[in-house]
């Protein structure tokens, strides 16, 4: 049993991002703003039965496709299918989705394969803390 969820604390969401994102978080200003902006960016939330918020995407809307800027799930939810549940309701708007995701983390880029990604792209040295390249993932 899950719920999704639309309307989200910016606090609750900044405090899972530092849980999970620990040297590249948002910051909770950030989050802010993003919740100030409604027909750019979306944050859609995955809860559990007692309420608790399992993980949550972070959406750009830029009209004729949707960028996951960040997913993320609490790391006592993973390997349960919230992860899957959000990429689902993102599906629902049957617009593109796209994403980049760094090249060394193969465990995000088979989640991705898995439900339906495909890797369309390179973005040689993306990331500028590690020179790393970014794959450009879409579905």
Avoid: W
């Avoid at 918020?53 to 960040?70: C, H, P, Q, R, W």
């Avoid at 792209?121 to 390249?133: C, H, M, P, Q």
């Amino acid at each position: 049993m899950f719920t999704i969820c639309e309307n989200n604390s910016s606090e609750e969401i900044y405090n899972l991002e530092k849980e999970i994102f620990k040297n590249s978080a948002y910051t909770l200003k950030q989050i802010e703003d993003i919740n100030t902006m409604p027909d750019m960016y979306k944050i859609i939330s995955v809860k559990d039965e007692k309420g608790i918020t399992a993980g949550y995407v972070i959406i750009f809307n830029n009209s004729d496709s949707l960028e996951i800027m960040k997913i993320g799930v609490n790391p006592e939810y993973r390997q349960k299918g919230f992860g899957t549940i959000l990429i689902n309701e993102m599906k629902k708007s049957r617009m593109e989705i796209f994403l980049e995701v760094r090249e060394g983390n193969t465990t995000a880029r088979e989640f991705y394969k898995k439900n339906g990604f495909k890797e369309a792209g390179k973005r040689k040295n993306y990331y500028r803390d590690t020179g790393e390249s970014a794959i450009i993932m879409v579905y």
